[in-house]
């Protein structure tokens, strides 16, 4: 679905079922560098029990134009923007890593706007090495094989994905090939410039699920506790063996964490 928004296209997927404002919706936000196919398992689901969904690309992400935007609370605003456009008043927010922070975020801005948020490898604050941030602003290809390296768990690279024939690691590296130069900098420098999370999540008000793969390199499974026990009444669940891209390594797990707080 492509919806125009201050001059430019926003590209939501609608998990195979077309967008009804009137079921309760729910939005998914993806990480750095990425786009709505992370979530095509979660998503199909959720458009097929009842809720409207949206798998948003963040501006200049897929198939969404403009440029990527400075920092976690501006991607936020946009996001409740996006639902003043299609007519919806309240949401569910689902996010992974960057989406993460940018759900938390949106969730305790805008806390009459979000019914419940899901927060997938992510953590309360996400610093990112020096030598990534300076490989990716050089748009280096080391960037993006660094990013592919900690990003998966060791099944991704032994295969066995839930989606017959999907490589896992091969998806995720070539989701990054194909962003524009810059954009992989600009979302990884505004996880590292966000400091508010932890401040964020003390002011949650709304039901919270945080999904946690045990062997994630880039937000580990200890910073997601601390984000966790930060939110009162959130819910924590740590999936084994599991990398940064669990809803693709484990795609069963996180829908079986999301589906009965969402």
């Not at 998914?28 to 689901?45: C, E, I, K």
């Not at 091969?170 to 966000?194: K, N, Q, S």
């Not at 793969?213 to 930060?230: H, I, V």
């Not at 009162?232 to 084994?240: C, E, H, I, Q, S």
Request: proline share 6%.
């Amino acid at each position: 679905m492509r919806v125009t928004l201050e001059g430019q296209t926003v590209f939501a997927a609608t998990g195979g079922r077309p967008f009804d404002p009137a079921l309760p919706s729910v939005v998914f936000v993806h990480g750095a560098g990425m786009d709505h196919t992370v979530w095509a398992l979660q998503t199909r689901w959720f458009a097929h029990h009842g809720r409207s969904v949206l798998a948003l690309d963040l501006p200049g992400h897929g198939a969404s134009t403009g440029a990527p935007l400075a920092d976690i609370p501006a991607m936020a605003d946009w996001a409740m923007r996006v639902l003043d456009a299609l007519g919806v008043a309240k949401a569910a927010v689902v996010g992974h890593s960057m989406g993460g922070l940018v759900a938390l975020d949106a969730a305790a801005r805008h806390p009459e706007r979000v019914r419940a948020v899901g927060l997938v490898g992510t953590a309360g604050v996400v610093p990112v090495s020096a030598d990534l941030l300076a490989a990716a602003e050089r748009n280096e290809r080391r960037a993006i094989d660094m990013v592919s390296l900690w990003g998966h768990g060791p099944r991704a690279g032994l295969g066995g994905c839930a989606v017959p024939g999907l490589w896992m690691a091969g998806d995720g590296t070539r989701l990054l090939e194909r962003a524009a130069p810059g954009v992989l900098h600009a979302d990884l420098a505004a996880c590292d410039a966000y400091r508010d999370g932890l401040a964020r999540a003390a002011a949650l008000r709304c039901p919270a699920v945080l999904v946690l793969g045990e062997r994630d390199q880039m937000t580990p499974a200890k910073a997601g506790r601390a984000l966790g026990d930060a939110i009162p009444g959130a819910r924590t669940l740590v999936v084994p063996k599991a990398g940064h891209m669990l809803m693709i390594e484990e795609p069963n797990a996180v829908l079986d964490a999301l589906a009965p707080a969402l």
